[in-house]
């Protein structure tokens, strides 16, 4: 079976009310989990929208909530230093009892990281300081002795972060991106899942395999990394529905890899993703205050998928 979970923008205009209702609507309806972008506050039409800061909103979730799993997706490792993000995630894991997905990205966004003073770095080392990233904050979050490290960008010297995940091994990685030639030996490497991004199911079962490959060649079975997608879904109650939130586009004209529809064709992307081995589908949710939609499709959608 399928596990659906909600993934948000949280640089979209989601401020505090907007974030608490749709949380407790997850946790609510039998959603697997709620995840969320970290950008910084983004522009429209000249102007700034509300932009809620991530670890804020997900120490609100860890108190808030008691079944859901949450997290980034992504947190890139240009924002913060990898010490601090992983310190982050395993005190919010530990008040989540151990519901926390720790997800990690180079870092794309030139816009946002001009404006708010971060260097995005040429494209050979932003992956490079990536991989150091990875490192540092898989030897904190899995090690319960302390640790050292001597990279070009990160240094650590007995370092040991308390209080820690309940859970064993530590607070799950997730390293997101479909990259052949850099993302997915990382992937391999250092996460315990590979979260694909707007894939169709074909592409996905090529993408695995060559991941299936590389897990093998680094030492690690292939079973030990989890397989979840983010994409774009697009929900109505009827055809009508659809159209009008399409704003009258036709159809052959919404990406391929955006699931949109009522509950059949939902229903039937989704079964496709779980045949070409996705074992959570994490699904873009853009109308933050349509929490009617929501609940429609939990009770349509998710007993046929996930047996929820």
Do not use: C
Request: no cysteine; glycine share 10%; hydrophobic share 45%.
């Amino acid at each position: 079976m399928l596990e659906v979970a909600i993934m948000v923008e949280g640089q979209e205009g989601v401020g505090w009310d907007r974030w608490r209702r749709l949380a407790l609507a997850v946790e609510g309806l039998g959603y697997a989990g709620l995840f969320r972008s970290d950008h910084f506050p983004n522009k429209q039409a000249g102007l700034y929208r509300d932009g809620l800061e991530l670890w804020s909103s997900l120490t609100w979730l860890a108190e808030n909530t008691s079944r859901i799993e949450f997290g980034p997706l992504v947190s890139p490792v240009s924002f913060r230093h990898p010490v601090i993000t992983a310190w982050q995630a395993s005190s919010v894991d530990n008040l989540a009892g151990g519901r926390l997905r720790l997800g990690l990205g180079a870092g794309w966004n030139e816009w946002e990281h001009g404006t708010f003073g971060f260097d995005v770095l040429e494209t050979d080392r932003r992956f490079a300081r990536f991989e150091e990233g990875l490192e540092v904050v898989t030897r904190l979050l899995r090690n319960d002795e302390p640790v050292s490290f001597d990279g070009e960008f990160y240094r650590l010297n007995d370092a040991l972060l308390i209080p820690r995940s309940p859970r064993p091994g530590g607070t799950p990685v997730v390293v997101g991106g479909n990259g052949v030639r850099r993302t997915l030996p990382l992937a391999a490497r250092y996460a315990d899942e590979w979260n694909a991004v707007f894939l169709k199911a074909k592409a996905f079962v090529d993408l695995n395999a060559r991941l299936d490959e590389l897990v093998r060649e680094a030492g690690r079975a292939p079973e030990q990394v989890r397989r979840t997608l983010m994409t774009r879904v697009i929900f109505g109650r009827t055809e009508a529905d659809v159209d009008r939130k399409l704003e009258g586009e036709l159809r052959d004209h919404v990406p391929a890899a955006v699931i949109a529809g009522t509950t059949g064709e939902i229903v039937e992307r989704l079964g496709h993703l779980s045949e070409a081995g996705v074992q959570r589908a994490m699904l873009q949710w853009l109308e933050v205050d349509d929490i009617d939609a929501l609940e429609a499709m939990a009770h349509s959608v998710l007993p046929q998928v996930s047996g929820a």
